[in-house]
C-alpha cells in the first residue's frame, strides 16, 4: 500500500512546491490541439478553481427552449458548426475551438422548460471581425472570474444539477461565496454555464467543468 500510494504523495508535496505547475493540469487536453481562451488560475480551493479571463468572443445561438440541456445543447452545436464551415455573411470557415458552452437559465415555461444559449469561442483570429450569421450573435465579454469544477465523462440531464450544486457548496465558507452571489445577482437569468471540450464521437478522456462568472467589479471580498 504504501509503494502505491507513493507518487500521490510525492505529487501532492509536488504542488505545494511548485503551485503553479500543478494549475497548468487543470488544463482540458483539447486545448493543447484546438485554440481555448487562455486564463489565469488566480486560486484553488477544495473541489473548485477561480479563473480569470481576459476580454473574449463568443458566437452564441438564440435562446433554446427545452426540457433537456443534452438535446438543447446539440440542437445549439449544430447551428454554430453550420457557422464555422462557412453558413456565415461571409461564407468564411472558421477554426474549431472550444469550449462548447452553454448558459443554463430556467424559465417558467411550460413542462418545466428551461432556456439554453449555447456558444463557441471565437478565435482571436476573427475576433476583429467576426462574420455575422442569421439567428446567431456575438457576446464580448470583459475580463470575467470564473469558480469551475471539473468533471468527466458525458454530460447526463441527471448528473448536471448535482454537479452545479456541488460547485456551489465547495464554494461556501471560501473567499468567493459573496462574489459568486453577487454575481448570480448582476444575471439572475444565468444559473450557471456548462463547458465542453470533446465532440460527441471521443468517449476516453471527456473533460466538462461547470463555471459560475462574476465579474471583479461586483465583489468586495478580494
Ligand atoms: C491577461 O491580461 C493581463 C494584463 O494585460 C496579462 O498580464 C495576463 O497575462 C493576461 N492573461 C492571459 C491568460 O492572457
Ligand atoms: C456566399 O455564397 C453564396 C452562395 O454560394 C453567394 O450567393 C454569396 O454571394 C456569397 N457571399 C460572399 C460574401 O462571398
Redesign the pocket.
Known sequence: MAFMRAPCISSLLFCFLIASTCALKSVPPTCERIECP???VVDQGNGFEIRRY?STEWISTAPIEDISFVEATRTGFLQLFDYIQGKNAYNETIEMTGPVITEVSPSDGPFCASSFIVSFYVPKKNQADPPPADGLHLQKWGPTYAAVRQFSGFVSDDSLGQEAAALYSSLQGSNWASAVDQGRKADPTSAYTVAQYNSPFEFSGRVNEIWMLFSQESSNTI
Do not use: G, I
Request: without cysteine; proline residues 0%; charged residues 25%.
Open positions: 487562455s486564463y489565469d481576459n
